[in-house]
């Protein structure tokens, strides 16, 4: 099982980044996927979550501009992420747990600039 993050980068505030979480050894549609972000000096943060039957929770923090979605066929979960702001600055990951075991994505930096 691995999960492979990417899509990060640096972008000015208000404006957007898609993030994608590659899975492979496991199907994506099977499982509960959830993206954490993790700022310098803060816990990490539950972002949003799609369930196997495609509800979709989001941080209040977030909600209204942020959308989690899934592509099943390149077995994929997104982070589509608008209207950047500067305290949206985080290491970000995707996370699924399977038979007990919690995997994790390494992580992709999101920055965005005042």
């Known amino acids: 099982v691995q999960l492979q993050a990417s899509g990060g980068g640096l972008v000015q505030a208000g404006g957007s980044l898609r993030l994608s979480c590659a899975a492979s050894?496991?199907?994506?549609?099977?499982?509960?996927i959830l993206w954490y972000r993790q700022a310098p000096g803060n816990q990490r943060e539950l972002v949003a979550t799609?369930?196997?039957?495609?509800?979709?929770n989001y941080a209040d923090s977030v909600q209204g501009r942020f959308t989690i979605s899934r592509d099943n066929d390149k077995n994929t979960v997104y982070l589509q992420m608008n209207s950047l702001k500067p305290e949206d600055t985080a290491v970000y990951f995707c996370?699924?747990?399977?038979?007990?075991?919690?995997?994790w994505g390494q992580g992709t930096q999101v920055t965005v600039s005042s």
């Open positions: 799609i369930t196997s039957g495609g509800s979709t």
């Open positions: 050894g496991f199907t994506v549609s099977t499982y509960t």
């Open positions: 996370r699924a747990t399977i038979a007990g075991y919690r995997y």
